[in-house]
């Protein structure tokens, strides 16, 4: 390559970098609308780990502003204060475990330390926080300047097999449960169960947790599922089902994702698909590094055989392949791309905002909680309205939990 070409290919990565680098959010005309808006708006965000990263750090005081990079805690209410975050629903999530008698029973018992940690910290800060289980209640709780927490349990293996825990943890403040984790469990199929489908969709069982679900008014959170599971629910549940923290698979092909014909019969029937912000469910990673890893891979296939020479050959062109081609996080703005594309295909009634904080979510643009504001100024600045950006807040997620309890009180 001559010398001149290497320059320009130089400057011209450099500028490509330097506009990831340049992306802020402080243009003053977009910045004065955006925080007026920000402010007006009622701000929901429907999936957060805070409770798993509560129980994993017994010293965490939600109530103190932590330094999310020197903790990697993401979430605590001065910093939800700081971003302009009115809600959030908080997580009850159990990773998938033994489908025995004890391993149902030890879900259980699990699922009753994360309600208990949810309600103390609440408990705990009045002055901060309040439970709420209705749009309503977390209307109330922000006219009183607090912050309102809902609650969702993430993996249905939290009832086992016992169909009458919905009513237990309904009673408990869960107003959504994730059907499954990342393995199939009794209920249904998850997207990710390297074993495949073992139900195809949800089980005998599934279809009665389902049922019992609409009539309790608990929504059906579809994030974590098969496809064979998601048109299952979709047939068969009475109120519109939502996907927690799901994106669009036309922008990354993940099964975590929803496709188009998803994202339309989704809609079609009233639901809503809120954001994700994990990194590895919104873009693909550079090809260049998959590229490089999989010929390391090729080049020392049993790495347990290695010399120690050969271990320390690896390391060091591990550890340049890390250099050359860092992971670095997703941005904001591939956030509201996917937002743009869900629009574009049902319009904005059906999109929602689900981060994932503290379970990995958290993106260049809106790393933690306090950087939420950064969304409302990206969507300003591509031109949605206020009336749209109150819809993608919470509207959206709020009409879809009246109908769910509109349909359970005609089955009641
Ligand atoms: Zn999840």
Redesign the pocket.
Known sequence: MGRFFQMLVFCLQFMATSAVFSQTYDDPAIKATAAEIHAAAFTLDT?ADVPTYMVSHPRFDIAKEHDARATDSRVDFPRMKQGGMDAMFF?V?LGQGARTKAGNADAKRRAKVLFDTIHKAIADHPEWAGVATTPEEAYSLEKEGKRAIFIGV?NGWAIGDELSLLKTYYDWGARYM?LS?TRNNDICDSSNDPKGPEHHGLSTFGKEVVKEMNRLGMLVDI??TSDETFWDCLELSKAPIVAS?SSARALYNHPRNLSDEMIKALAAKGGVIQMNMYSGYLRAENPKRVAAMAALRKKYPRINELTDAERKERQAELQEIYKQYPNRLATLQQVVDHIDHIVELVGVDHVGIGA?LD?GGGVRGMYDVSEAGNLTYELVKRGYSEEDIKKIWSGNFFRVMKEAQRVANTLN
Do not use: M
Request: proline share 0%; hydrophobic share 10%; glycine share 10%.
């Open positions: 999936h997580a999530y993430e994730t984790h994030s974590h923290h994932d379970g």
